[in-house]
């Protein structure tokens, strides 16, 4: 008899907590959820973090948690205001501020803010050109945010923040805007060269006019230019001269005499 009623004994040491913990008598709450009791359907109270006893078949315990959660929006096509057709992908990052509204206002918060945001961001982005998407990013994302926000306060939902992941633009408009971004360098290319060209002209200028108040100061740029470039042996130097320097002298005129003096009439004595 010792016996059995040691048997039954253990049995019912490890089979009424088994029993309890199987029955849901016992709740554990973590510091990061909410609990909400439900008492024959009817809504009995909220509990914190830790060990909750709920009556089996008459109560019943819902948690929510209040940690934030991410939902990736999917890549989307939408049409911009301009008529033109990008691919959205975004990010939705939320809490549950309520947790009250967030079981009892709305069936499922999280395919409802999955919803909204897609909503919202079909709208923001219609009301926006392609330009406008591609860089001012941060202002069209805080259009969406505050457009999901301003209707799932209801929900006992606060949404912290929406961020684009992506645009993508077709084919087609991917290479005019190639062709866009060459064109507007080789304008700014022009725009420098001939820049440039015209400071080079104005300094040339300057140059001349300093030159030309020095009667010697072009002989010595002249000769400086000459001994810079016969440093390098395989330079070929050409000297343009004018024609009067290699003329042949003429033989017949003697070195004593100019040419002027042939054509002077020769002194005559007068007789008397």
Known sequence: MAYDFTCCAGFLVLGVPLFVLSSGFIRTIYDYQKGLVLTLGKYDGMRNSGLQIIIPFVQQMRTVDLRIQTIDIPKQEVLSKDNVSVFINAVVYFKIINPEKAVFNVQDYAMAVYQHSQTAIRDVVGSRTLDQLLTDRKSIADSISELVDKDSTEWGV????????????????????????????????????????????????????????????????TLQMISSVSADRTNVMNFVLPIEGVQIPDKSVTPSSSSDDKFKPKDTKKVN
């Open 158 to 221: 606060d949404i912290t923040g929406i961020k684009i992941q992506d645009i993508g633009l077709p084919d087609t408009m991917k290479r005019a805007m190639a062709r866009q971004a060459q064109a507007e360098r080789e304008k700014r290319a022009s725009i420098i060269i001939s820049d440039g060209e015209n400071m080079a002209a104005e300094k040339l200028a300057a140059a001349a006019q300093i030159l030309s108040e020095s009667p010697g100061a072009l002989h010595l740029r």
